[in-house]
């Protein structure tokens, strides 16, 4: 039976079948102006996951890739009803919200004692000890809890099935290919299928799949095991705030009648036509930004620290995008509750 279409491929496919989601080729280009200025700069390089971010792990060695895979299997729908009302992880005296709780929350539990990144531990850490690992400071837990739950338990038991309890092994079997990763991972733990229908055809977006070979390349600093060949063929995580953020520069643009929808904060389901159209036009519209900003690059004869890629625009606009929120407060985001991102 063949696969699904690939992301790139899937996201293409969809932006030119695409009904209530458009891709803006002023804001694409204008975006692309506003990278320009950044790329020589330490945001839009490799070492900016580190550098940018004090809950990232500093070491690049087994330890650090077994943290970037237990917050990946994590890394979902951390979004809540009401903004005001959500969950919250004070650590070390700073508080995180969203993706950001989940790693305070890992570096709160490791601080404890507790080995939240063996698998050993979390294939078989229970329901409760999960709701004390991953507690918030608010009256809102981190949703999907449960999930979260028997999802560290089927990763954990597989990971130490198939890779000996160590990511690091599955990382080697890859061959210093990020498609091949990318495909082992989905291919060995099914919390990364994310795949769906559109218009008949079967397409991808592996967006936890994507992410985590993204930061395994980051974490390892693009050396060693982490210095895949083809790191650019990975394409942006399909998430829900880059839609906001591409919206909110001018890139993306919704038809009158799914913004109605998203203002009134209705839920699209996994896999809805609408919902697919909001993360397949995101992807494509961040590989075109990344081809107008190379081509400016050249013509500008200007000098980047390393190749520019869809990964690091990524992070740079989801970076852009927490920096921005009340900028973007009237913009609203897609509400899909699902374990794929
Ligand atoms: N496209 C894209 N989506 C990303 C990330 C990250 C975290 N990566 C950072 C960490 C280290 C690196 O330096 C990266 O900067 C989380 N997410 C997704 O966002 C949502 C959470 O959002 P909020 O509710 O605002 O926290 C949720 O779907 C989550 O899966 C990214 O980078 N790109």
New binding site residues.
């Given amino acids: 039976m063949d696969g699904p279409l690939p992301p790139r491929e899937s996201a293409k496919f969809i932006a030119e079948n695409s009904r209530d989601v458009f891709i803006d080729g002023g804001g694409v280009r204008r975006v692309a102006k506003l990278l320009l200025a950044k790329a020589s700069g330490p945001e839009l390089r490799l070492g900016?996951?580190k550098a940018?971010?004090e809950l990232?792990p500093r070491a690049a060695d087994e330890a650090a890739v077994n943290w970037v895979f237990v917050t990946d299997t994590l890394?979902?729908?951390?979004?809540s009803e009401h903004e005001e009302h959500k969950c919250l992880v004070g650590y070390r005296g700073k508080t995180y919200?969203?993706?950001?709780s989940l790693?305070a929350a890992v570096n709160r539990a490791l601080d404890e004692g507790i080995p939240i990144t063996s698998a050993s531990y979390y294939a078989t850490v229970t329901l409760d000890q999960v709701q004390h690992i991953f507690r918030s400071d608010t009256d809102v837990p981190m949703p999907l809890i449960e999930e979260r739950h028997r999802i560290l338990n089927e990763t954990g038991k597989i990971l130490l099935e198939k890779f000996e309890g160590s990511f690091l092994n599955c990382v080697r079997k890859s061959e210093k290919s990020a498609q091949k990763l990318m495909h082992l991972v989905v291919e060995s733990f099914p919390s990364y299928r994310d795949v769906t229908q559109y218009e008949g055809k079967k397409i991808s977006f592996y967006?936890?799949a994507q992410?985590l070979v993204a930061?395994t390349w980051?974490v390892l600093e693009g050396e060693g095991d982490g210095c895949f060949k083809d790191i650019s063929s990975i394409t942006?995580?399909?998430?829900?705030?880059?839609p906001q953020v591409l919206v909110h520069l001018g890139a993306l643009k919704y038809s009158k009648e799914l913004l109605e929808k998203l203002l009134k904060g209705e839920m699209l389901l996994y896999g809805n036509r609408q919902e697919v159209e909001i993360r397949g036009c995101s992807l494509w519209c961040v590989e075109l930004i990344r081809d107008c900003l190379l081509e400016l690059i050249e013509n500008k004869g200007e000098k980047t620290s390393g190749e520019i890629n869809s990964i690091l625009l990524?992070?740079y606009?989801?970076?852009y995008?927490?920096d921005h929120r009340e900028d973007m407060k009237g913009i609203p985001f897609h509400h899909t509750r699902c374990i794929y991102?």
């Fill in positions: 900016g996951w940018l971010h990232n890394n979902f729908s951390f979004w919200s969203g993706y950001w790693c967006k936890r992410i930061d980051s942006m995580f399909a998430d829900y705030r880059l990524d992070y606009l989801w970076d995008a927490r991102y």
